[in-house]
């Protein structure tokens, strides 16, 4: 079945640090792909998504960018801040059937220290 | 503003209890999911409900029940035979239909057994 791997944290980096976090998928079909934040103690929020190959999605200075050749959606910013410091998780929208269920990752736990 | 509710945040349970946690959202969404989240293992799927009166088991349906006899509402009942309740439990809802697979996230309940 369809599944997204993601790099296990933490990653500990120091302000205004580059951040990757790796991300790939398995999928039969040509899903969407999203990445989420999660602030210690709430829910979930979008932070960007791409749905169809070659798509880049960003928001607030995250960067992914949907490559199908190495079935890939990485997670990116030039400059961390303290204020990034959360968990990010990877999913895929499940094109298994007439559904909208997402499939997530593990989450990465991101620390940014001043 | 639109969004999604959950309550309680914080929920104490004694063993051999059933307890409810509530889902309210008022962005008109069909879909609406219930998962489950315990540290390192990311969100597991519980139930989820693409349309009103209708609903389907996730991949970890034992010990819980759902209904959604409201478009806006689709409570979660922790049962009895839930051998391992403790956990972080979060809502969420998305448009429906294969579009569009962005779901939007409640704040969470933290519900503990004593």
């Known amino acids: 079945g369809d599944s997204v791997t993601q790099m296990e944290g933490p990653v500990t980096l120091s302000e205004e640090a580059f951040l990757t976090i790796n991300c790939t998928y398995t999928?039969?079909?040509?899903?969407?792909l999203f990445w989420y934040v999660q602030y210690p103690g709430e829910g979930l929020q979008l932070l960007l998504k791409?749905?169809?190959?070659?798509d880049k999605g960003s928001n607030k200075g995250f960067e992914a960018t949907y490559r199908k050749e190495t079935t890939s959606f990485h997670l990116e910013k030039g400059s961390v801040q303290v204020s990034d410091s959360a968990v990010y998780f990877c999913a895929l929208s499940d094109q298994g059937g007439a559904t909208n269920k997402l499939i997530f990752g593990t989450g990465t736990l991101l620390a940014v220290q001043p | 503003d639109g969004g999604i509710t959950q309550s309680p945040k914080y929920l104490f349970r004694k063993e051999g209890q059933n307890v409810t946690l509530s889902c309210e959202q008022n962005?008109?969404?069909?879909?609406m999911y219930w998962y489950r989240q315990d540290p390192g293992q990311g969100l597991r799927l519980i139930y989820y409900s693409q349309i009103v009166n209708d609903f389907q088991k996730g991949d970890i349906a034992e010990g819980y029940s759902v209904s959604r006899e409201k478009k806006e509402s689709f409570p979660l009942t922790v049962t009895s035979a839930q051998k391992n309740p403790t956990a972080f439990y979060l809502c969420?809802?998305?448009?429906?239909?294969?579009?569009?697979?962005?779901?939007?996230f409640g704040p969470g309940t933290r519900l503990t057994v004593l």
């Open positions: 962005l008109n969404h069909d879909a």
């Open positions: 999928a039969t079909g040509y899903p969407s």
């Open positions: 791409a749905t169809k190959a070659d």
């Open positions: 969420a809802s998305s448009k429906g239909g294969t579009e569009d697979n962005e779901q939007f």
